[in-house]
């Protein structure tokens, strides 16, 4: 009997598994960054206690790529030294669906538009891609970071391969707004300084992920890009860490 093929994005560890273990899905999450307070804030918000990966843990907005995010085509694309890093373990089409999606998450769960104003509307037959571009924003993708990579453990029912990116609130749009009766994914989002982030209900990468921010926003922005790109996956139940 032949074996079935194996992910090429997933380590070597992973691969042996990926006979007997869910198979990660495609997923993005979104950082924003709020420079304007004393301290530098990130959106947060908690899972509902319903949902079976993560009830109750507070995290940033994101969640599985969508079809409608690999045909939808944003107003400004990836920078170059962004998707050289993205495309490390995935196609540039899968790259750019990876950072549009992030986008319609935060768009569907907070409310918030990261793009343009007064950019042409992109092209796309999703219901979700022409509400957006209605408030007169555009998807664009050059103002995006990509910070970090996390694959969920084996063990676990529910598994992502999740990128992670970082953006400034000054890229956003609209008002920050619960939407959790229509979307049924966050409750009680905030905006928190990083400080007080890390006290929260939090999963292990999104500490993680907490302290990559930090580290970058020491920084000056050229040194921050230079930073390696974390790549967080497990052997049993064991964590570890590749750079990009």
């Not at 530098?40 to 009830?55: C, E, I, Y």
């Not at 690999?70 to 993205?86: D, N």
């Not at 995935?90 to 935060?106: G, V, Y």
Request: charged share 25%.
């Amino acid at each position: 009997m032949t074996e079935p093929a194996q992910p090429d994005y997933l380590p070597p560890a992973e691969r042996i598994r990926a006979g007997r273990a869910v198979r990660p899905k495609q997923a993005s999450t979104l950082i924003i960054v709020r420079r304007d307070q004393s301290q530098p804030q990130v959106l947060m918000g908690r899972r509902s206690a319903g949902h079976k990966f993560l009830p109750g843990k507070f995290v940033f907005p994101g969640g599985r790529v969508d079809r409608g995010d690999l045909h939808a085509r944003p107003h400004t694309g990836l920078r170059p030294e962004v998707e050289a890093r993205l495309t490390l373990s995935c196609t540039p089409n899968q790259a750019r669906a990876l950072a549009m999606a992030a986008i319609r998450e935060t768009f569907e769960e907070t409310g918030l538009l990261i793009g343009r104003k007064d950019a042409p509307p992109i092209k796309s037959r999703e219901k979700v891609w022409s509400d957006f571009c209605s408030y007169g924003v555009a998807p664009s993708l050059d103002i995006m970071d990509y910070i970090g990579r996390a694959i969920t453990p084996s063990f676990q029912p529910k598994r992502f391969d999740a990128r992670f990116f970082m953006v400034e609130a000054e890229h956003i749009h609209g008002d920050l707004h619960d939407t959790s009766n229509a979307s049924g994914e966050l409750l009680e989002i905030h905006w928190l300084p990083i400080s007080e982030a890390k006290k929260l209900e939090l999963q292990g990468i999104t500490l993680l992920m907490l302290d990559e921010v930090q580290k970058r926003l020491t920084l000056p922005t050229a040194r921050a890009a230079e930073l390696p790109v974390p790549f967080y996956y497990f052997k049993g139940k064991t964590r570890l860490r590749d750079d990009h």
